[in-house]
């Protein structure tokens, strides 16, 4: 048995919610959003359009990032930017992540790893890349032409999520 047309029968909204559902939709077709606030809330953020900027070149940073499998971990990132295309790019990012030692003795492990991402500069201004070989999607919004906001979430089984800042290299 199929779900069909015919199998479901939805009722229209009234009232609040309808006028709620109403103000989301009109906002995010607009790009529009609340405004942010830094990590205070007393100052909202904004956000260059990347489309805007030359985003080509290096970027570092460190980030926090929660994982299933080895818990809270600090990382320094390096991601090398190509020049967009069309709004497309290419990433190519190195990572030095610092995890909890098995036996907590001593210094923390370091591995590091490089990764190819493949990006576009989303309608809103943002930037989204995706990982090649994992199922990790990251988005990154420019507070300034050399600041870059970068969030990140991997799926599966071995889930992690983060938050990085990465300031341009050689400005």
């Given at each position: 048995m199929g779900f069909g047309a015919e199998m479901i029968r939805l009722r229209p909204m009234a009232g609040a919610a309808a006028a709620l559902c109403s103000a989301i939709a009109i906002a995010g077709c607009a790009g529009e959003s609340a405004p942010k606030s830094d990590a205070a809330?007393?100052?909202?953020?904004?956000?260059?359009?990347?489309?805007?900027?030359?985003?080509?070149?290096?970027?570092?940073g460190e980030a926090s990032i929660l994982t299933v499998d080895s818990g809270a971990m600090r990382s320094f990132g390096r991601y090398e930017i190509t020049a967009p295309i069309d709004g497309v790019f290419t990433v190519r990012e190195t990572l030095n992540l610092e995890k909890p030692s098995e036996l907590e003795q001593g210094a923390p492990l370091a591995t590091t790893r490089q990764q190819d991402l493949?990006?576009?500069?989303?309608?809103?201004?943002?930037?989204?890349?995706?990982?090649?070989?994992?199922?990790?999607?990251?988005?990154?919004?420019?507070?300034?032409?050399?600041?870059?906001?970068?969030?990140?979430?991997?799926?599966?089984?071995?889930?992690?999520?983060?938050?990085?800042?990465a300031s341009r290299v050689g400005s």
């Open positions: 809330g007393s100052s909202p953020l904004t956000y260059v359009d990347a489309g805007a900027i030359d985003i080509a070149g290096t970027w570092e493949i990006g576009v500069i989303s309608p809103d201004g943002s930037i989204r890349m995706v990982k090649i070989t994992d199922e990790q999607f990251l988005q990154g919004w420019f507070t300034d032409k050399d600041t870059l906001q970068v969030v990140f979430t991997e799926t599966g089984a071995h889930a992690a999520v983060g938050k990085r800042t």
